[in-house]
């Protein structure tokens, strides 16, 4: 399993407001939003389903993470996708920390990914309300 994940009745709108905010109870900021379903429309004329990627970023665990190897920057920040489900419902998904250290063999690393991964659960225990 790649991440976490929760689904809400709540609008698309709402859903991305909540998830930012539990993600700023948790210490994440986030520093880019991608609007897929906009960019496929202006980019290949494609129509595609609401599709938002938050890059999340706590800075204190990036910067840990950052001095146990140069490399993990290339999976971050930590992706946060919320989407439109055909039923209506929207799901988010976060990335769960702990995968990178199926790529990333580093004991100091992965101390860093469990910190990590119990701030994203409380997110998703905050989208259940």
Known sequence: MLGLTVHRKKSFEDTIHDTTEALKKEGFGVLTTIDVKQTLKDKIGVDFKRYTILGACNPS??????QTTDEIGMLLPCNVVVT??????????????????????NS??????????????????????
Do not use: C, W, Y
């Not at 665990?61 to 950052?66: E, G, K, V, Y």
């Not at 209506?88 to 920390?97: C, H, M, N, Y």
């Not at 997110?123 to 259940?128: A, F, S, W």
């Open 84 to 105: 439109e489900e055909k039923n209506g419902e929207i799901k988010v998904s976060i990335f769960d920390p702990m995968t990178m250290t199926k790529l990333v063999q």
């Open 108 to 129: 100091e690393l992965e101390s860093i990914a469990k910190e990590v991964q119990d701030k994203l659960v409380r997110v998703i225990h905050h989208l259940h309300e």
């Open 61 to 66: 665990f990036a910067h840990r993470a950052l």
